[in-house]
C-alpha cells in the first residue's frame, strides 16, 4: 500500500453548504475538471451514494473506475475507496470539513493512488498532490463564487 498524501485548504463556507457540495459525488463534473462523468450505481437508505461509476483525468491517469463510499464519520468526513478500474490498482482517499468558528471552514482532502504500471514513488506523490491541490482550489472557487 501506498503512503497517502494529504492538503487542505480554508474556504469562505459554512459546513452544511460545503456538504451539500463536496458530499455528492454525482455532482463532481459540475466543478472538478478531473472528473468527466459520475454516475451513482448505488445509495443507502438516507440516498446517499455508495458505489459510483465515474471517468476520470488527473494529469496522466485518465480511468474509468467505479468507487466505493463510506459514510460512517458522517456529516463532516467522507471516505472512498476502489471497487473496480482499468488502469489503478488503488484508489482511496477522504474529505474532511472543519468548522473553523470564523465563517471558515477547513477542507482537508487525503488520496492514495496505485498504477497497473510501475511508477517511480516520488512521480507518484507528486500526481496524487497535483490533483488534490486542484481539487480543493476548484472547490473553494466553486464555494466562493
Known amino acids: 500500500m501506498s503512503e497517502m498524501s494529504k492538503n487542505s485548504i480554508d474556504i469562505e463556507s459554512d459546513v452544511a453548504s460545503t456538504a451539500v457540495l463536496l458530499f ?11 472528473i ?23 494529469g496522466p ?15 463532516n468526513s467522507l471516505h472512498f475507496s476502489l471497487d473496480e478500474a482499468d488502469m489503478l490498482t488503488e484508489m482511496s482517499g477522504s474529505y474532511e ?12 482532502y487525503s488520496l492514495t493512488v496505485g498504477l497497473s ?6 512521480m507518484r506523490t507528486k500526481a496524487e498532490r ?16
Open 117 to 122: 504500471m510501475p511508477v517511480p514513488a516520488m
Open 61 to 75: 491517469v485518465k480511468d474509468h473506475v467505479t468507487l466505493d463510499y463510506d459514510w460512517s464519520d458522517a456529516p
Open 130 to 145: 497535483e490533483t488534490i491541490d486542484k481539487a480543493l482550489q476548484e472547490l473553494k472557487s466553486k464555494l466562493e463564487n
Open 97 to 108: 470539513i472543519t468548522d473553523n468558528g470564523d465563517d471558515t471552514v477547513k477542507v482537508s
Open 36 to 58: 468527466s462523468s459520475a454516475k451513482v450505481l448505488s445509495s443507502d437508505s438516507e440516498g446517499r451514494a455508495t458505489k459510483v461509476e465515474m471517468d476520470i483525468k488527473a
Open 24 to 34: 455528492d459525488p454525482a455532482n463532481y463534473p459540475s466543478w472538478s475538471s478531473a
